[in-house]
């Protein structure tokens, strides 16, 4: 069984930075895809940010130039580095880790609250 745990949310004030990370049970170089997903107040869940097996990576528009993933398989953790947050970045942030399409494991999730 894959476990994924997320750490690093917190409370900041608009602007600051946050780093996430999600350490998983074994090594991750055996997911296609790991992503962060987050789901704010009211909101549908929504991606984040992915990052391949190669190293490639992919952002939501509301993110680019602000947030960064990546991922270290030698400690089986993938990270995701958030600068100048805004109130809106406010949400509960998940890992997630794609093992084959349609076979998928998600994390507890970790919250991020961001003052104004």
């Known amino acids: 069984q894959v476990q994924l745990v997320e750490s690093g949310g917190g409370l900041v004030q608009a602007g600051g930075s946050l780093g996430l990370s999600c350490a998983a049970s074994?090594?991750?170089?055996?997911?296609?895809?790991m992503s962060w997903y987050r789901q704010g107040p009211g909101k549908e869940r929504e991606l984040v940010a992915t990052?391949?097996?190669?190293?490639?990576?992919n952002y939501a528009d509301s993110v680019k130039g602000r947030f960064t993933i990546s991922r270290n398989n030698v400690k089986n953790t993938v990270y995701l580095q958030m600068n100048s947050l805004k109130p809106e970045d406010t949400a509960l942030y998940y890992c997630?880790?794609?093992?084959?399409?349609?076979?998928?494991?998600w994390g507890q999730g970790t919250q991020v609250t961001v003052s104004s």
């Open positions: 997630n880790a794609e093992l084959l399409p349609g076979r998928e494991y």
């Open positions: 074994g090594s991750i170089f055996r997911f296609n895809v």
């Open positions: 990052i391949t097996n190669g190293g490639s990576t």
